[in-house]
């Protein structure tokens, strides 16, 4: 039973560019959360889906970030016209319900840099 | 005040010896609270949870935690190199569903 996967592990982007992150969760589970660790700075908190929903987006920046979870297929949080300041780990984990009580298991990351 | 604290160190024990992790927070009504592990380069890695008030022993790792002084805790018995990482410590606050709040970390080096 494969983990959380995300992909690509590393990624390079111009500035202005787009860049799009994948999570596919553990088989079964049909929650998704995403996370961003800064150099430095903790994980911080993005995002919380369930299949075609978002549930709580409050940690998501305004602008130029977004996240969805179709019925079918993966995760996949998207950045559009890419600053250096997006440079950063994205993690990405999955439940197959609320998982307050449990904590998270983490995918391998997605670490995204900025050029 | 940030939600969760911790101090960043870098920590340094020697190969045998007890290592402290601390972690204060500020919600009072927080309701669960996590250890993870994290090599350089690698995601974070669960390693104990703790509900209640007092210890909670899982192997080499013990998780403490006082609600009245908002201080959880993570020692880490007859330390051991492949113990070197950052450890962070994570929260779910009351009011917020989901969402965890992490501390930055702690460096742990454990010298064999």
């Known amino acids: 039973n494969a983990g959380v996967m995300q992909n690509p592990r590393h990624l390079v982007r111009r500035r202005g560019q787009e860049a799009r992150l994948r999570c596919s969760p553990m088989k079964g589970h049909s929650h998704v959360y995403w996370y961003r660790q800064l150099p430095e700075e903790g994980l911080k908190f993005m995002v919380y889906?369930?299949?075609?929903?978002?549930?709580?987006e409050s940690g998501m920046p305004k602008e130029r970030f977004s996240a969805e979870f179709p019925k079918e297929g993966p995760s996949i949080l998207r950045i559009q016209q890419v600053v250096r300041g997006d440079s950063a780990a994205y993690f990405c984990?999955?439940?197959?319900?609320?998982?307050?009580?449990?904590?998270?298991?983490f995918g391998s990351g997605t670490r995204l840099t900025v050029v | 005040q940030k939600e969760v604290e911790q101090n960043s160190g870098p920590l340094s024990v020697p190969e045998g010896a007890i290592a402290s992790l601390n972690c204060t927070y500020s919600d009072r009504g927080s309701q669960s609270f996590f250890w993870y592990r994290q090599y350089s380069g690698k995601s974070p890695e669960l390693i104990m949870f703790i509900y209640s008030n007092g210890d909670k022993e899982d192997g080499r790792f013990t998780a403490q935690l006082n609600k009245a002084s908002q201080y959880v805790s993570l020692l880490i018995r007859d330390s051991q190199p492949s113990d070197s990482a950052t450890y962070l410590c994570a929260v779910n606050p009351r009011n917020t569903g989901n969402q965890f709040y992490f501390g930055t970390g702690t460096s742990l080096t454990v010298i064999p």
């Open positions: 889906l369930q299949k075609e929903n978002i549930i709580d």
């Open positions: 984990a999955s439940s197959s319900g609320q998982r307050r009580g449990y904590g998270y298991t």
